[in-house]
């Protein structure tokens, strides 16, 4: 069955700096979503790309699209204690009716 | 958030009982998701129901029963043949899957964490 890898698992960072997680599908997806869970949370949509090597931007926050559909990243420009949590994608793989998830990446910000 | 409710927020099982987590939802969405969350672990599904009186089995159904007698509610009963039930258990909602890629975006209630004594 289609599979969401996701690194890394864990990412500690300064505040400040930069961080990047990635999502690989194993077979090609129709869209990609994004959440975010804050420590004993829920998770939050954040946004869903559709097309092939789809960039959005949302204030510090890059996502991008593979142009074969198969990946995807999130990446936080000068990271913020507001940033800490667990992102997750999701994929939805065409014909498919349930999304699956990734493992997620823990974020935390050290001030 | 906001118009997913889940019941109750701390939940605790004895041996051998069956106990019903309660997911209720006032957003007009036809789709409504099971997820169990273990510490490091994704989410991992359920059960998936996208329309009243139906539903489909997930990755991890065994020792999990649901019921959709109506839109708005997917009650989720972990039995005691679910020899590990301790975890983070989420409901979530969607317009439809399928359908339309923008409808089936997930929207989750706050979970209930269920523990064994």
């Known amino acids: 069955g289609q599979q969401v890898m996701q690194i890394p698992q864990y990412q500690h960072v300064q505040e400040g700096e930069d961080f990047t997680t990635y999502c690989n599908s194993s077979?090609?997806?129709?869209?990609i979503q994004w959440y975010k869970q804050r420590p004993g949370g829920h998770p939050v949509f954040l946004i869903q790309?559709?097309?092939?090597?789809e960039v959005k931007k949302q204030k510090r926050l890059t996502f991008q699209f593979g142009e074969a559909k198969k990946n995807s990243s999130l990446h936080i420009t000068a990271t913020q204690t507001t940033d800490v949590g667990t992102y997750f994608c999701?994929?939805?793989?065409?014909?498919?009716?349930?999304?699956?998830f990734g493992k997620g990446t823990k974020l935390t910000v050290n001030p | 958030d906001g118009g997913i409710t889940q019941s109750p927020k701390y939940l605790f099982r004895k041996e051998g009982q069956n106990v019903t987590l309660s997911c209720e939802q006032n957003?007009?969405?036809?789709?409504m998701y099971w997820y169990r969350q273990d510490p490091g672990q994704g989410l991992r599904l359920i059960y998936y129901?996208?329309?009243?009186?139906?539903?489909q089995k997930g990755d991890i159904a065994e020792g999990y029963s649901v019921s959709r007698e109506k839109k708005e509610s997917f009650p989720l009963t972990v039995t005691s043949a679910q020899k590990n039930p301790t975890a983070f258990y989420l409901c979530?909602?969607?317009?439809?899957?399928?359908?339309?890629?923008?409808?089936?975006?997930?929207?989750f209630g706050a979970g209930t964490r269920l523990s064994v004594l």
């Open positions: 979530a909602s969607s317009l439809r899957t399928g359908l339309s890629l923008a409808k089936n975006i997930q929207y």
């Open positions: 077979t090609t997806l129709s869209n």
């Open positions: 790309l559709v097309k092939s090597g």
């Open positions: 999701a994929g939805l793989e065409g014909g498919s009716e349930k999304l699956v």
């Open positions: 957003l007009n969405h036809d789709a």
């Open positions: 129901s996208q329309i009243v009186n139906d539903f």
